[in-house]
Structures are given as structure tokens and as C-alpha cells.
Nanobody
Framework: QVQLVESGGGLVQAGGSLRLSCTAS????????QGWYRQAPGKQRELVAS???????NYAESVKGRSIISRDNAKNTVYLQMNSLKPEDTAVYFC?????????????WGQGTQVTVSS
């Protein structure tokens, strides 16, 4: 089992920046990939960015060039630095982790953190 706790959300003006943090605990050694997803009201949850244990990253086109995902292994923490924020970035942001064990792959989610970008 892995527990994920997000922090860093809030209200920011368009053009501003935020850094989200996701700290993992539990069986963190099983984590293969961590990512950030977001869900805006009335919309489906979508991938924002992901990072593997090998530091391979992937970004949604909508945030590419404006966001950076990184990890601090010593702190079991993954960060999402978001710059040049737009009102359409407003959503609840969820941290995720995919683990591998003898029983297969498993998904874990944080509780979410609200990001609101005002115009």
C-alpha cells in the first residue's frame, strides 16, 4: 500500500505560478511511475504530467512548456511546477502512483488539491 498526500494548491492570478507537492509513504519502493492528473467541473480526469523511476517524463500538450514534473527520492516527493497559469488550468489536481508487486500493477491516488486561476 502507498499513501499520497498533496499540498500546494490555492488561488493564483493568471500568469502566476504554483508548485504542487505529493509526498508518498508506505511501500514507496514499489512505485514505478508517479503522476499528476486534474479534473475540472463537468470534465473527465486527465493526465497533466508523469515521471518514472528512471526520470522519464511525459506532459499533456496543454501544459507542455509551462510545467515541470520532478522528484526528490530522499523525500519521497514529486513536484509539479506550473508557470504561466491560465484560467483553464483551474481544477482539482490529484497525485497518482503506480506500483508493481507480485499481484500486478496497482493505482493509488491522493485526496486532491484545488487549483484556481483567476483571470
Amino acid at each position: 500500500q502507498v499513501q499520497l498526500v498533496e499540498s500546494g494548491g490555492g488561488l493564483v492570478q493568471a500568469g502566476g505560478s504554483l508548485r504542487l507537492s505529493c509526498t508518498a509513504s508506505g511501500e514507496t519502493y514499489r512505485i514505478k511511475t508517479q503522476g499528476w492528473y486534474r479534473q475540472a467541473p463537468g470534465k473527465q480526469r486527465e493526465l497533466v504530467a508523469s515521471i518514472t523511476t528512471g526520470d522519464s517524463t511525459n506532459y499533456a500538450e496543454s501544459v507542455k512548456g509551462r510545467s515541470i514534473i520532478s522528484r526528490d527520492n530522499a523525500k519521497n516527493t514529486v513536484y509539479l511546477q506550473m508557470n504561466s497559469l491560465k484560467p483553464e488550468d483551474t481544477a482539482v489536481y490529484f497525485c497518482s502512483a503506480v506500483t508493481s508487486s507480485w499481484s500486478g500493477y496497482h493505482d493509488f491516488w491522493g485526496q486532491g488539491t484545488q487549483v484556481t486561476v483567476s483571470s
